[in-house]
């Protein structure tokens, strides 16, 4: 059925993004840190540096939400084909967390975004600094 085609997708999804975000934080703090971008300075910086961890950090418990979620329901079952009924997930208190969480980090996303686009329309080369666009160098 297609829920349960959603499901395995979902999971497996959720499975590729917690593997991707442990590798980034683990790069994160064993390869240098560039200086701060030109026109970062108190309240901005450190709110960068909190929303970068932020966005992590609930990424991770998104991710943990959901294993917990998956051994509350019992769904190691399902994804290994011993059963094919999917529970009522809003019977989990996992469940309400993991929207909740998720819903958190679109909101951290979008604040993300919006600080760097204002950043660059104030500063410019932010772009230039993750890769996209010309650099100063270029």
């Known amino acids: 059925d297609s829920r349960m085609l959603w499901y395995r997708l979902h999971v497996g999804l959720g499975f590729t993004v917690l593997l991707l975000t442990l590798a980034r934080v683990t790069w994160k ?5 560039p200086a701060p971008a030109p026109g970062l300075t108190g309240v901005h910086l450190r709110g960068m540096e909190l929303i970068h961890v932020l ?28 059963t094919s009924e999917l529970p009522d997930f809003a019977e989990f208190g996992a469940r309400r967390a993991h929207g909740v969480l998720a819903r958190i980090y679109i909101a951290l996303l ?7 686009v204002v950043h660059q329309l104030r500063h410019g080369h932010v772009f230039a600094r993750m890769g996209l666009g010309k650099s100063d160098n270029d």
């Open 110 to 116: 979008v604040a993300h975004i919006g600080g760097v």
């Open 29 to 33: 703090y064993l390869d240098v840190k």
């Open 55 to 82: 966005l992590y950090l609930v990424l991770l418990l998104i991710a943990v939400s959901g294993v917990v979620l998956n051994v509350q329901g019992g769904l190691l079952d399902v994804l290994r084909g011993a």
